[in-house]
């Protein structure tokens, strides 16, 4: 197991903090979820990261923080501390944005959109890594951050297969991962190309 660094470490501190703070279902907690209407984006534009750290309940949130356990410390050991935390917002803000585009009907929570980032980020930099699922089952870091692309299209775009899980904010923090990783090997590379000349 990797080190546990130090952002990770005050991630995992905030969100577990905030579910008692701002417990499930209270007028406070409702004050800080993300409403994917437009109008109340505009209205409570805070939402669009204060819904990073609210979760629907013990086991949203156990899942979430143990994707951040696992895949955060190697990812931010590589990305430093900066890079490691514009990652996790930037995929985050996509989670929102994702959903004010594609799925307005419900207000979103959770720090998924974010964790989804991380876990391409980690799937991106060792790709053959083994990935123990349940303890026991192994999967490579790039087939399971391709198996959660999949399962997060198709409970998407068939709503009645996903509950009321918000699909649309994984993808957005997928794609937003995505894009900030391209640019940040992008603008390593361009200094990199800076310095030879």
Request: hydrophobic share 55%; aromatic share 18%; glycine share 10%.
């Amino acid at each position: 197991m990797f080190p546990m660094t130090t952002w990770v470490r005050r991630l995992l501190i905030a969100n577990i903090v905030l579910v008692f703070v701002v417990p499930p279902n209270t007028d406070l907690y409702r004050l800080f979820w993300f409403d994917p209407s437009a109008l109340a984006v505009l209205r409570r534009p805070w939402t669009l990261v204060t819904y990073m750290f609210l979760h629907a309940g013990m086991m949203h949130l156990l899942f979430n923080m143990i994707g951040l356990f696992f895949f955060g410390p190697r990812l931010e050991s590589r990305l430093g501390s900066r890079g490691f935390l514009l990652l996790y917002f930037v995929s985050g803000l996509g989670g929102a944005v994702f959903s004010l585009l594609f799925a307005r009907e419900a207000a979103v929570v959770g720090a998924s959109g974010a964790v989804f980032g991380v876990l391409l980020g980690f799937a991106m930099f060792w790709p053959r890594e083994r990935i123990y699922i349940w303890g026991v089952l192994p999967v490579q870091a790039w087939l399971l951050a391709t198996l959660l692309v999949l399962g997060s299209l198709y409970a998407g775009m068939n709503p009645s297969a996903g509950s009321n899980t918000a699909h649309f904010a994984h993808l957005g923090g997928l794609a937003f991962g995505f894009s900030f990783l391209k640019w940040w090997d992008w603008r390593k590379g361009s200094a990199k190309r800076a310095f030879q000349k």
